[in-house]
């Protein structure tokens, strides 16, 4: 079919009439009221030959007259990917000439620049691609705009947004537009046209079943027609419904990750997370939204207890970001004290536990070298336990072994926590005994360099496999990392060291919490691209080892000149803080002890549920977009391959998405958003200094470690960071990130670096761009760009 009438035009036919002219056939079906016209389809365009008779005949049946001509390629006004404005539109084309000769505009317009950068930018392929064209009798506007049938601004959804000008000059941006939230004014005693507007965008939402970004116009008797109805691409996926307002914080910027999680991987992450929270003293609910891990906190912001705690651990663990959108949550009325409610109060740490814990900190700062090799003796036992036994033969096995793993008590909780507890003690309370004699910034100088971080000796054996491989420069320097990491798993590339490096940190990656993320062992692809970035270092003075060296050797001279002044001013304070400080470099270097030795049982999860998927998919990686209930059921003979298929492409359309709320209400609305404006001035971005120093060189924007190329003083821009992307560190002059804490993975391995970190700098990645000369003064927490 080559021509239809606009009203045959529906859902199921997107690959024939294209995505707009789904979308208006769909809102006929609904009677709304649309403007008659008809579709060209896709056939045509396949064709390649304008279906000139046909054009005419159904252009006779409109009466002629002025028409509107619209693209409506295969690939727009879809969930994820709207093309607004990517395409050409004719409008008031008169004349069977003139409308035949808009068809092939239209049709032109979907490989111009505009469309091909949107539809690369989006992972489409052009050639899946084709056009069909809508042409319809105009509509000579009085009032015409834009309603969006949920606030686009903030997210919520008990709000709709209108834009509206005169004429057609809201939808092409000739003119200034008036902007109103709509909150239900059909409930007024005169509703007039914004009461119209809202039923009729209760209608259309409640046809498509999501918000709807709606063209409207009305005409000069005063009726209303809608032009198209499209989902609203841009909104971040809505919390579960709840009849009452709640708060969600999110979470994996904890450890670095705003990624989308995948199914199998959110289940542990759950645990894993709510295990942390309770050691707290609090209890949280882990909730899904848009595959990232967000916490319910709103029975803590109503408890008068846990409100006063709630703003400093905003600042400790989740960063300056939340602890602003915490502070304005904890002023909203809605969100007023409801007094203790004794059954949601967490349960007490009991009396052994604290007695336990008070022992194993003592305990380790009395003697911090053995409380070391107790920790690492004990990350030792849990890598064995973390093993598969060899007897596991049937899906059914592993699945069992997956559910179990973890379950029991390992014994070497203990050797690990509390080194790791007293580490982070000793590093942070110095600066409040110290208040009034030392800054931050003097108790970070003293704790650069800091031995012991088994993320820091896997970036510095990164370097010295680097190192030892110059033999091998141009091939690892001019072969794609990619195809270095399959010939390194076909057994065809030279001996490097590698496969040594890998048998030490091969459960290791970025996002490594997730455990549906492939480690880089399976794929050392990432690997081969911080070695390349190794190479092209060639100043000796900037070789990482010297670097960590120097930093170790500036932070022990800094240590020895605050003692000598604080001692002088604060000789009782003084003494302990320096104390604390003395423990803080032999103990605080553990902290990522735990996560490392926690990975050793996600990677045999991993392996084992991979086994399981081998049986189950043709691809095995398929499980992970499973629950283990869904594996079983799998195993039990249910059909689940598309609903895999529906959650990879889910998972895909989220991998794009580069800004995650750090708050969001139960009614979808961005916190953050609600709050004033930074006033940065121009080309000042404001964040918090998390490492002090001030270096200025150009920036190098990365969204995925595994394809960077860093050169050496370039400065890293991303949204955050965690231990798979410290590699990079060793040869960036600076960092710059989106989100994240002052104690966070990131930071912290820039300050034992030594290079200057300014972190919580909204629209980072957006607002500077790779090339642009950028100055990071860590100490004012400012990214300056070049003017």
Request: proline share 6%; charged share 25%; aromatic share 4%.
């Amino acid at each position: 079919m080559s021509v239809i009438p606009l009203a045959e035009a529906h859902a199921g036919l997107v690959s024939l009439v294209g995505g707009k002219a789904a979308g208006l056939g769909e809102l006929i079906r609904a009677g709304e009221r649309v403007p008659e016209g008809f579709c060209v389809t896709t056939d045509a365009h396949r064709a390649g030959v304008v279906p000139q008779d046909e054009v005419r005949t159904a252009y006779a049946r409109l009466g002629g007259g002025p028409v509107a001509v619209r693209s409506s390629a295969t690939d727009e006004d879809l969930p994820d990917a709207s093309f607004a404005g990517q395409h050409d539109t004719v409008l008031d084309v008169e004349g069977e000439a003139d409308l035949l000769a808009a068809i092939g505009t239209c049709w032109k317009s979907l490989h111009g620049s505009r469309a091909a950068a949107y539809r690369q930018a989006h992972g489409t392929d052009p050639a899946d691609v084709h056009m069909a064209v809508v042409v319809q009798r105009m509509v000579t506007p009085v009032r015409a705009g834009v309603l969006y049938t949920a606030n686009p601004v903030t997210g919520n959804r008990t709000e709709m947004l209108v834009e509206v000008g005169p004429g057609t000059s809201v939808v092409d941006g000739r003119t200034e537009v008036t902007r109103v939230v709509l909150a239900d004014p059909a409930g007024s005693a005169d509703p007039g046209w914004q009461g119209e507007l809202w039923a009729a965008g209760r209608r259309v939402q409640a046809h498509f079943g999501t918000p709807q970004d709606v063209e409207w116009a009305t005409d000069q008797d005063g009726t209303l027609w809608l032009l198209q109805s499209r989902p609203v691409s841009t909104l971040f996926p809505a919390p579960p419904q709840t009849d009452d307002l709640r708060v969600y914080v999110e979470f994996g910027n904890v450890q670095g990750m705003l990624r989308p999680v995948t199914p199998m991987g959110m289940a542990t992450l759950r645990a894993m997370i709510a295990a942390m929270v309770a050691s707290l003293g609090m209890r949280v609910e882990i909730v899904d939204i848009g595959g990232r891990l967000y916490g319910d906190l709103t029975d803590l912001v109503r408890r008068p207890a846990s409100r006063r705690r709630l703003v400093r651990l905003m600042a400790v663990d989740f960063g300056p970001r939340a602890q602003a959108v915490m502070e304005h949550v904890l002023r909203d009325p809605r969100f007023a004290p409801s007094g203790d409610n004794p059954r949601r109060r967490p349960a007490d740490a009991s009396v052994g536990t604290a007695l336990r814990a008070l022992w194993g900190i003592l305990r380790a700062l009395a003697r911090p070298d053995a409380a070391r090799r107790r920790l690492v003796a004990a990350v030792d036992r849990l890598r064995a336990e973390a093993a598969a036994p060899a007897h596991l033969r049937t899906a059914h096995e592993r699945l069992r072994f997956v559910r179990d793993h973890g379950d029991g008590e390992s014994g070497a909780a203990d050797d690990v926590t509390w080194p790791i507890v007293a580490g982070m003690l000793a590093s942070a309370l110095p600066a409040q005994l110290l208040k009034g004699v030392a800054t931050e910034d003097d108790v970070h100088a003293v704790l650069r360099g800091v031995p012991h971080n088994v993320t820091i000796e896997m970036d510095l054996a990164l370097w010295a496999l680097a190192s030892a491989a110059r033999e091998h420069r141009d091939l690892l320097l001019d072969t794609p990392p990619a195809e270095l990491s399959a010939r390194y798993l076909r057994g065809t590339l030279p001996e490097i060291g590698l496969s040594v490096f890998l048998s030490r940190y091969g459960h290791r990656a970025a996002a490594e919490a997730d455990v549906g993320v492939p480690r880089w062992a399976e794929d050392p692809t990432p690997v081969f691209a911080a070695v390349a970035n190794y190479l092209r270092l060639t100043d000796p003075a900037q070789a990482p080892d010297r670097r960590f060296a120097d930093a170790t050797a500036a932070a022990e001279a800094a240590l020895d000149e605050l003692a000598a002044r604080v001692r002088r001013r604060r000789p009782v304070r003084g003494r302990i803080a320096v104390f604390l400080l003395r423990r803080a470099r032999r103990l605080a270097g553990l902290r990522e002890s735990g996560k490392f030795a926690g990975l050793y049982r996600l990677r045999a999860v991993r392996e084992q549920l991979l086994l399981i998927g081998a049986t189950l998919f043709p691809a095995a990686d398929d499980v992970m977009f499973l629950t283990l209930d869904e594996v079983e059921a799998a195993l039990d003979g249910a059909a689940l391959s598309g609903l895999v298929a529906r959650r990879r492409a889910t998972h895909r359309r989220e991998l794009r998405r580069r800004v995650v709320p750090v708050a969001l209400l139960s009614d979808g609305t961005d916190v953050e958003s609600t709050l004033p404006a930074p006033a940065d001035g121009a080309g000042l971005l404001r964040g918090v200094g998390a490492a002090t120093g001030r270096v200025t060189g150009p920036a190098r924007v990365v969204t995925d470690p595994a394809t960077a190329h860093l050169e050496p003083g370039e400065i890293l821009v991303t949204a955050t960071t965690d231990p798979g992307w410290t590699p990079l560190f060793l040869t960036a002059g600076a960092l710059v990130t989106e989100t994240g804490a002052i104690m966070a993975h990131g930071p912290t391995v820039a300050r034992e670096y030594g290079i200057p970190a300014v972190i919580s700098v909204p629209g980072a990645t957006s607002r500077i761009v790779t090339g642009q000369v950028i100055t990071v003064d860590g100490a004012a927490g400012t990214v300056t760009t070049a003017r």
